[in-house]
């Protein structure tokens, strides 16, 4: 078994041993391959119906999964100054011939359900692990109502009832980490959907322990100032300009909530940034409007775009400071950082094929899927390690039949005694994935390296039962 399985699960406690190893084990395999259907996976038929039988087990739940690694999570929060905490939504397209599993997506066209995890990192980005995951599917009923109607209902229930309730639900996690690291500062960080006033009042209260960024998409009212919003920060003198990398993007259309996005070139954007502190007037709610809180923003604003492209343009809603130049450089620079998150979906759809998983019951897939966080976390975790701490010994996330195996394959000769730096051993597995290093490709990616993780996994195995260290079987 693969020595940071035994780190991740140490503390795992789902009433049984046996569940205990079962678990263990059963995430050992899924890593190991994680693009293969489970009974690939797995060794042998009886594994497998082992794996389906614990999926069902009524002791295993998505947070119990998650718990022991998210106990390993905290460990390595402890030992930063800095982390971050993001979070954002996903949806898993489950869509079949023959059955339906979860719930609507957009339609009656689409069938799945969504994932809103927390992804802890360091501001270099490097990923620390889950720290909780909420997983549900819309009701069918909703199918039936127009969109007036469901924009009514909105309109009259409580925060608590809403959907939007888990972009609360996560800073409040956020803040509970923030507890139990004292002495590590803790930075929950949302997309535009997290802009919803019960989040800034939540993050405006005395006491509060996780500071927080939010991606502002209103242009709110002001309780002290004739303008709004944007307009305010408009008039205010510019602290400075900086560059940005913007990432390219295809052409898509979001779920209902979200406008369509439009295509975008990649490019490295110069932008103004201007900051204010302001008093945010709270929005009408059915039992009264609520008081208004002071916040810090950050407009970010890309005055000369290439021309035929869209202006890039940030508002940032935040509880750090932000008067100076480097304070506003800073919260963008923490923003940025929830990027990171996107690139933990795209490993947990492609790298591990959630969306192929097939199960006809709800609850068994949460458990699988809880399982998977972890897997997508370790791919971006040795990805990002390699590239921040190159110089580290490979030997501190690999074992020793691993970058044994690894090295003689990737370089076409003798092991050496003392593992290679990290950043090296990273780039030869990524070249097992594919990745060619050309002048110009940049850092290996996560594709080819958790295709090259798969072909090291099949190394060490063979290299522990026939490499120079294996007893002779008699």
């Given at each position: 078994m693969?020595?940071?399985?035994l780190a991740?699960?140490?503390?795992?406690?789902?009433?049984?041993?046996?569940?205990?190893?079962?678990?263990?084990?059963?995430l050992d395999r899924l890593?190991?391959?994680?693009s293969?259907?489970i009974?690939?996976?797995?060794?042998?038929?009886?594994?497998?119906?082992?794996?389906?039988r614990?999926?069902?087990?009524?002791?295993t739940t998505p947070?119990?999964?998650?718990?022991?690694?998210?106990?390993?999570?905290?460990?390595?929060?402890?030992a930063?100054?800095?982390?971050?905490?993001?979070q954002?939504?996903?949806?898993?397209?489950?869509?079949?011939?023959?059955?339906?599993?979860?719930?609507?997506?957009?339609?009656?066209?689409?069938?799945?359900m969504y994932?809103?995890?927390?992804?802890?990192?360091t501001?270099q980005?490097?990923?620390?692990?889950?720290?909780?995951?909420r997983?549900?599917?819309?009701d069918?009923?909703?199918?039936?109502?127009n969109?007036?109607?469901?924009?009514?209902?909105r309109?009259e229930?409580p925060?608590?009832?809403?959907e939007?309730?888990?972009?609360?639900?996560?800073?409040?996690?956020?803040?509970?980490?923030?507890?139990?690291?004292?002495?590590?500062?803790?930075?929950?960080?949302?997309?535009?959907?997290?802009d919803?006033?019960?989040?800034l009042?939540?993050?405006s209260?005395?006491?509060r322990?996780?500071e927080?960024i939010?991606?502002?998409c209103?242009?709110?009212?002001?309780?002290?100032?004739?303008?709004?919003?944007?307009?305010?920060?408009?008039?205010r003198?510019?602290?400075?300009?900086?560059?940005?990398?913007?990432?390219?993007?295809?052409?898509?259309?979001?779920?209902?909530?979200?406008?369509r996005?439009?295509?975008?070139?990649?490019?490295?954007?110069t932008?103004?940034v201007?900051?204010?502190?302001v008093?945010?007037?709270g929005?009408?709610?059915?039992?009264?409007?609520p008081t208004?809180?002071?916040?810090?923003a950050v407009?970010v604003?890309e005055?000369?775009?290439?021309?035929?492209?869209?202006?890039?343009?940030?508002?940032?809603?935040?509880s750090?400071?932000?008067e100076t130049?480097?304070?506003?450089?800073?919260?963008?620079?923490?923003?940025?950082?929830?990027?990171e998150?996107?690139v933990?979906?795209r490993?947990l759809?492609?790298?591990?094929?959630?969306?192929?998983?097939?199960?006809?019951?709800e609850?068994r897939?949460?458990v699988?899927?809880a399982?998977?966080?972890?897997?997508?976390?370790r791919?971006?975790?040795?990805?990002m390690?390699g590239?921040?701490?190159?110089?580290?010994s490979c030997?501190a996330?690999?074992?020793?039949?691993e970058?044994?195996?690894?090295y003689?394959?990737?370089?076409?000769?003798?092991a050496?005694?003392k593992?290679?730096?990290l950043?090296?051993?990273?780039?030869?597995i990524?070249?097992l994935g594919?990745?060619?290093?050309?002048?110009?490709?940049?850092?290996p990616?996560?594709?080819t390296?958790?295709?090259?993780?798969?072909?090291?996994?099949?190394?060490?195995?063979?290299?522990?039962?026939?490499?120079?260290?294996a007893k002779?079987?008699?």
């Amino acid at each position: 078994m693969q020595t940071w399985i035994l780190a991740e699960t140490q503390t795992a406690n789902l009433g049984d041993d046996r569940l205990n190893r079962r678990y263990a084990l059963i995430l050992d395999r899924l890593s190991s391959k994680p693009s293969l259907s489970i009974p690939a996976a797995c060794e042998g038929w009886k594994e497998a119906q082992a794996a389906y039988r614990f999926f069902a087990n009524e002791k295993t739940t998505p947070d119990k999964i998650l718990q022991p690694h998210y106990d390993a999570t905290l460990e390595r929060i402890r030992a930063q100054k800095i982390v971050i905490i993001a979070q954002d939504t996903t949806e898993g397209d489950l869509t079949r011939a023959e059955e339906k599993v979860g719930g609507p997506l957009n339609g009656s066209e689409r069938w799945g359900m969504y994932v809103h995890p927390l992804l802890a990192m360091t501001p270099q980005r490097v990923p620390l692990g889950v720290v909780s995951a909420r997983m549900w599917s819309r009701d069918v009923e909703d199918l039936e109502k127009n969109a007036e109607e469901r924009r009514h209902e909105r309109r009259e229930q409580p925060i608590e009832e809403k959907e939007s309730y888990r972009w609360l639900e996560g800073y409040e996690k956020a803040c509970v980490v923030a507890a139990q690291a004292p002495n590590t500062q803790v930075i929950a960080v949302s997309d535009s959907e997290g802009d919803i006033y019960e989040c800034l009042q939540a993050g405006s209260r005395e006491g509060r322990r996780a500071e927080w960024i939010v991606r502002g998409c209103q242009d709110r009212a002001l309780a002290d100032e004739e303008k709004n919003l944007l307009a305010t920060l408009e008039c205010r003198a510019a602290l400075g300009k900086l560059k940005i990398r913007v990432s390219k993007r295809e052409a898509s259309t979001g779920d209902e909530s979200k406008k369509r996005k439009q295509a975008r070139a990649g490019r490295l954007a110069t932008v103004t940034v201007r900051s204010a502190r302001v008093l945010v007037q709270g929005p009408k709610r059915p039992g009264g409007r609520p008081t208004p809180v002071y916040v810090n923003a950050v407009l970010v604003r890309e005055e000369k775009p290439p021309p035929g492209q869209t202006p890039i343009e940030w508002l940032l809603l935040t509880s750090l400071p932000i008067e100076t130049f480097d304070e506003a450089a800073t919260v963008i620079d923490y923003y940025s950082c929830r990027w990171e998150i996107e690139v933990f979906f795209r490993v947990l759809k492609s790298g591990c094929e959630v969306e192929e998983l097939q199960f006809e019951h709800e609850d068994r897939l949460e458990v699988c899927l809880a399982m998977y966080l972890i897997v997508a976390w370790r791919v971006l975790y040795v990805l990002m390690l390699g590239r921040e701490c190159p110089k580290l010994s490979c030997a501190a996330v690999l074992s020793e039949s691993e970058w044994k195996s690894a090295y003689v394959i990737a370089r076409k000769q003798a092991a050496p005694t003392k593992a290679p730096l990290l950043g090296e051993m990273v780039r030869w597995i990524a070249e097992l994935g594919g990745y060619l290093g050309r002048k110009g490709d940049g850092p290996p990616g996560p594709q080819t390296l958790w295709i090259g993780l798969q072909r090291t996994r099949d190394f060490a195995i063979a290299w522990s039962a026939f490499g120079p260290t294996a007893k002779t079987c008699v």
